[in-house]
């Protein structure tokens, strides 16, 4: 299995703009989470889902931000409108019920918002 | 919620000595405390983990020991190499559950 896949992996966008962060899971995971990483507070979890339902979205920052689950292999994080303060790495991981709970992390997305 | 607290924020050791890194965690429901590391640039990666049914755990050079009753966890890194500078994260998982309430990291210096 080649991990878990996020596209962009760099994304450089004016404020206002629209950005959309993609993961495919690893196959078989049911566990899919949304992170987000700053110097000032460290891995954040924004949100997670158990077969493509969220179960908790109460780290997503505010309205601006929604992400989706449509099938098992693929999720997106949106933004709308972006802020320089969005400025982060976004990482998606997942994980098996059935497993250790070891959460398998993507190599991230890097987004500076100016 | 859970809150788990990391310390030392930043750590400096010479090679060959060893590093410890200590977290606390608030709910007693907690049960599952893995530890990341985060070379730079790089993603956070799994190194090991505990379950509250044990009270430490080994493998070659890292350990990590679990007081349930004080509720605090740390991670050993004995013999250390220049390899292990990186961030270090905890984290602790609720009764069981999939999502992970992390620390906020401990930045580990090996000077050769």
């Known amino acids: 299995d080649a991990g878990v896949i996020q596209s962009p992996r760099h994304e450089v966008t004016e404020m206002g703009q629209e950005v959309t962060l993609r993961c495919k899971p690893i196959?078989?995971?049911?566990?899919l989470f949304w992170y987000r990483q700053t110097m000032m507070r460290g891995l954040e979890l924004l949100i997670y889902?158990?077969?493509?339902?969220?179960?908790?979205d109460s780290g997503m920052p505010e309205d601006r931000f929604s992400a989706k689950m449509p099938n098992a292999s693929f999720s997106t994080l949106k933004i709308q409108p972006s802020e320089p303060r969005d400025s982060a790495v976004y990482f998606c991981?997942?994980?098996?019920?059935?497993?250790?709970?070891?959460?398998?992390f993507g190599p991230g997305t890097r987004l500076t918002v100016t | 919620g859970e809150n788990v607290e990391q310390h030392p924020s930043t750590l400096s050791v010479q090679e060959g000595d060893s590093a410890v890194i200590k977290c606390t965690y608030s709910?007693?429901?907690?049960?599952?405390f893995p530890w990341y590391k985060q070379e730079l640039g790089k993603r956070p990666q799994l190194i090991i983990d505990?379950?509250?049914?044990?009270g430490e755990k080994k493998d070659q050079r890292i350990a990590v020991t679990l007081n349930k009753t004080a509720k605090h966890f740390s991670l050993h890194i004995t013999e250390t190499q220049p390899e292990d500078s990186a961030v270090y994260f905890c984290?602790?998982?609720?009764?069981?559950?999939?999502?992970?309430?992390f620390g906020t990291g401990t930045r580990l210096t090996v000077i050769p």
């Open positions: 889902f158990n077969n493509n339902v969220p179960i908790d």
């Open positions: 709910d007693s429901a907690s049960n599952y």
């Open positions: 991981a997942s994980s098996l019920t059935s497993g250790s709970s070891e959460q398998y």
């Open positions: 505990i379950r509250s049914n044990v």
């Open positions: 196959s078989g995971h049911d566990y």
């Open positions: 984290a602790a998982s609720i009764g069981g559950a999939n999502n992970l309430f």
